[in-house]
Nanobody, 117 residues
Framework: VYLDESGGGLVQTGGSLRLSCAASGDGLSIHAMGWHRQAPGKRRELVASITGDGNTNYADSVSGRFTISRDSAKNTTFLQMNSLNSEDTAIYYC????????????WGKGTLVTVSS
């Protein structure tokens, strides 16, 4: 399974970015897709997730500012990030859970998001 992320970069405080992640591979099975992030000196955290039937979940720190969505036909998930601030600076990882109860068993390489003041 391969997770191909794109969309990271540098943005000013208050700006927006949209991350994309396309999943591919033989025998691909998707229970859920998500985005985790890790900021310098901080623990990795789950930012948002979306299940195969469209249920979403957000970290409190991004609720109301970030929106996760998916294109099931293309095995792609998106993370729309608005009202970005310095606390959102991190490496963002696309993740995939292949079955209920398996956790996040596939991870992308990560894309850097930097929010400047």
């Amino acid at each position: 399974v391969y997770l191909d992320e794109s969309g990271g970069g540098l943005v000013q405080t208050g700006g927006s970015l949209r991350l994309s992640c396309a999943a591919s591979g033989d025998g691909l099975s998707i229970h859920a897709m998500g985005w985790h992030r890790q900021a310098p000196g901080k623990r990795r955290e789950l930012v948002a997730s979306i299940t195969g039937d469209g249920n979403t979940n957000y970290a409190d720190s991004v609720s109301g500012r970030f929106t996760i969505s998916r294109d099931s036909a293309k095995n792609t998930t998106f993370l729309q990030m608005n009202s970005l601030n310095s606390e959102d600076t991190a490496i963002y990882y696309c993740t995939l859970s292949s079955a209920r109860g398996r956790g996040w068993d596939y991870w992308g390489k990560g894309t850097l998001v930097t929010v400047s003041s």
